[in-house]
């Protein structure tokens, strides 16, 4: 599925967003989103997901519509990458796309990883994000802390933009956290009320929708 690239689209779905984290800071140049999940995992296992995004990244926050053509190399210079299969031809011949969604800055295994780029429609624009995600052993598994700092030039107004890319974030990862396992009793990322309910149009329903009227 096309991924958001109008500013109709991305002001347009700030009421109809379903629940999600905190924008924690907004100003003329740009904006941070965070939000935190506990798993009844242990670091280790959960590093090893987290650098595993085909488990668990949302397909449809993806340019394939499939996660399972996602990869990322956690290493300093490495790719959160995908790739996009070419479209079957009658001659038998097809091209296969790729796309660079952010690259590796810092991987220290078991503790955190951060890497920069600009997700989604962030992509087109000026502006860049960093996303950083920490990893905290605690009682009975892992505190995941999810950050994404957003900054520069971008031709989308920041108060909608910015939950817009606060609940894509906090999609990803209630996705994680749905794939280890929610710890019980934990606070943090919520549960069921966190995704649209059976029945009701998607972000990404509502913006093919607006993209089909222009």
Same mark, same amino acid.
């Given at each position: 599925m096309r991924l958001v690239t109008t500013v109709l @689209? @991305?002001?347009t779905l700030t009421a109809a967003m379903p !629940?999600? @984290?905190t924008v924690a800071e907004t100003s003329e140049r740009g904006f941070v989103t965070q939000d935190q999940a506990d798993v009844a995992a242990s670091p %280790? /296992? &959960?590093w090893l997901a987290l650098i595993r995004p085909a488990a668990w990244w949302n397909d449809a926050h993806t340019w394939s519509a499939d996660a399972g053509n996602m &990869? !990322? &190399?956690p290493q300093a210079g490495g790719c959160f990458c995908e790739r996009v299969p070419?479209? /079957?031809r009658e001659d038998g011949f097809s091209l296969d796309g790729s796309v660079q969604h952010m690259t590796v800055i810092q991987a220290y295994p078991l503790r955190n990883l951060r890497m920069r780029g600009g997700l989604g429609p962030l992509q087109g624009e000026p502006a860049t994000g960093v996303l950083t995600i920490t990893l905290e052993e605690i009682a009975g598994g892992t505190r995941i802390r999810w950050e994404y700092a957003v900054g520069g030039s971008m031709r989308y107004e920041v108060a909608s933009i910015s939950q817009a890319v /606060? @609940?894509?974030m906090s999609r990803q990862l209630h996705g994680l956290r749905d794939y280890l396992g929610a710890l019980e009793g934990a606070g943090g990322a919520g549960g069921e009320a966190d995704d649209p309910a059976d029945g009701e149009a998607t972000i990404e329903a509502q913006i093919d929708a %607006?993209?089909?009227t222009e």
């Open positions: @689209a @991305a002001a !629940l999600s @984290a %280790l /296992d &959960t &990869t !990322l &190399t070419g479209e /079957d /606060d @609940a894509v %607006l993209q089909d």
